[in-house]
């Protein structure tokens, strides 16, 4: 069992710091669609700088690193019971480390467990079979996208696609509908899994099952296949392009598995995710321990590192009209109202992170610092203290803001608050507060931890550490870090805007069928 808990370290370690091949060629494939200059060309870039960076540093990718979601096939006889716990020791470990992220929070009281150990964390789900050896998978799906999985439950209306029925086109519509909900919220251009029929907890398994095919493997039932394909060739023509910004890779894969169902139920469920896409297995002796064999690493490793400057020469030629600002915070209102949708600004100074706990918090309460002028982070970092007690950030990308749209604007205008950075925008309550108060909402690459927590340059405190590391108010001092404007002080949002016009396109395919 010790050399299996090792095995299931190295599986951690390595599923949370280096993505598949298979997902590498996906993210290569859909760089080399995008059109250079773009905002989707310069948040892919980010993207694959961010997966060498991981890569070279054993790092996370992202900084949610997700709910640990284990699918387990073993010989007849193994103890699941003595493997569960090694497995549990195992993610322990890898959390003291700074490999995954402390992320199980009880419900009731919503405190921390600070080890990724609780009731139901992390999942495991295991399967008896005839050969002699295990074959353990790991997928670790983070919060923003694992909140875009949906449910539909048929016949049923769908906002730009009319009546679903229960059918091959009703569920093709559920599909593209899917696509069009997750918008840039889900850290697209991202992966989805379909489930079809079962009971409903049944469906939603069976569609993050799918998750675990690799990305150009066939399906072996052709009325799937075609479905399959229809998807992947429609769902990049709604314009949502990666992180929502618009362009033309909105979706890199598309799965979809079938069961049986009760006559009174027709479900179609699907599991969303990001491009962050860490899904890795191996297989393991089941008398030594030890892993045998790598899965999802077949063929040729995509290497980013090698195409980095032959890609900077080329998006320098074609960028150099971008209005770049460089501010410092504390900031004015003066500075953010000359800020326009589609500026970038890179950011100098102190920034505070702040994400559910804290946004709760402030709406009763003071804030622990002066936040007149400041910028808030919604990001919930990977830390690591060293043995002097000085904290160092391992991974710090942006999580999904529209969680916080019931109290952002409230808490703009209480705390004299100037920029909020996220990611995948946030509603028309912060968009009137940002005309109304003069705030801006900059919106940073999803999962791109490593490419923001080198941008970090000093811990330089941390309040309201009771809400657990992810939640706490961490004080960062940052220089260079490079984000969007997507939402101004004149009431103009790239994320309406976008919404809007891919709502349009998807109602051309209210009528089609494949």
Request: net charge negative; proline share 3%.
């Amino acid at each position: 069992m010790e050399k299996f808990k090792d095995s299931m370290y190295k599986l951690i370690v390595e599923t949370s710091t280096n993505l598949p091949y298979d997902v590498r060629h996906a993210v290569k494939a859909a760089k080399e669609k995008e059109n250079a200059g773009t905002r989707a060309a310069l948040s892919l870039s980010t993207i694959t700088e961010n997966i060498q960076m991981a890569d070279e540093k054993i790092s996370p990718i992202c900084q949610d690193t997700g709910m640990p979601t284990f699918e387990i096939k073993v010989p007849v006889g193994a103890n699941q019971i003595k493997m569960k716990k090694a497995i549990k020791e195992a993610i322990e470990e890898a959390t003291k480390d700074g490999k995954l992220r402390p992320n199980s929070v009880d419900s009731l009281t919503g405190e921390n467990s600070g080890n990724n150990i609780g009731e139901g964390t992390p999942v495991f789900h295991f399967e008896q079979w005839e050969e002699d050896y295990i074959d353990v998978r790991l997928i670790l799906k983070g919060g923003g996208c694992e909140n875009k999985n949906i449910q539909y439950s048929l016949p049923c209306e769908l906002e730009g696609l009319g009546r679903a029925g229960r059918d091959l086109d009703g569920i093709r519509k559920c599909i593209m509908h899917s696509v069009y909900q997750a918008q840039g919220q889900g850290c697209s251009a991202g992966f989805i899994g379909v489930g079809i029929g079962g009971d409903r907890s049944a469906s939603y398994l069976l569609a993050k099952e799918q998750l675990f095919r690799t990305v150009d493997d066939i399906n072996p039932n052709e009325d799937l296949r075609k479905l399959e394909d229809y998807v992947m060739e429609n769902a990049n023509t709604l314009g949502i392009g990666t992180m929502g910004f618009g362009g033309e890779a909105t979706l890199l894969g598309c799965k979809v598995g079938v069961m049986h169902r009760l006559p009174a139920s027709f479900f179609v469920s699907v599991a969303y995710n990001c491009w962050a896409f860490r899904r890795l297995g191996v297989v393991v002796d089941a008398e030594t321990g030890e892993i045998n064999e790598w899965l999802y690493k077949d063929g040729e490793k995509v290497d980013f590192g090698a195409l980095a400057e032959e890609e900077a020469a080329a998006t320098a030629e074609v960028t150099s009209d971008v209005r770049e600002v460089v501010l410092q915070a504390p900031i004015t209102e003066e500075q953010i109202r000359e800020l326009k949708v589609g500026d970038v600004v890179i950011l100098n100074g102190m920034m505070h992170t702040g994400r559910d706990a804290i946004h709760h918090h402030l709406m009763d309460h003071d804030a622990p610092i002066d936040l007149n002028g400041e910028v808030i982070y919604h990001c919930g970092p990977v830390m690591l203290k060293d043995e002097q007690g000085e904290w160092h950030v391992k991974a710090a990308g942006p999580t999904t803001s529209i969680r916080e749209e019931p109290y952002q604007g409230d808490i703009m205008k209480k705390f004299g608050i100037r920029a909020v950075i996220g990611k995948g925008g946030m509603g028309p309550k912060t968009l009137k507060a940002l005309e109304e108060h003069g705030g801006v909402y900059l919106n940073a690459i999803g999962g791109a931890a490593q490419y923001y927590a080198e941008c970090i340059k000093k811990v330089k405190g941390v309040d309201l550490m009771e809400f657990g590391i992810p939640e706490a108010m961490w004080h960062l001092e940052v220089e260079g870090f490079a984000a969007i404007v997507t939402m101004d002080s004149h009431g103009n949002s790239l994320h309406a805007d976008v919404d809007k016009s891919s709502l349009e396109k998807l109602s051309q395919f209210a009528d089609r069928v494949f």
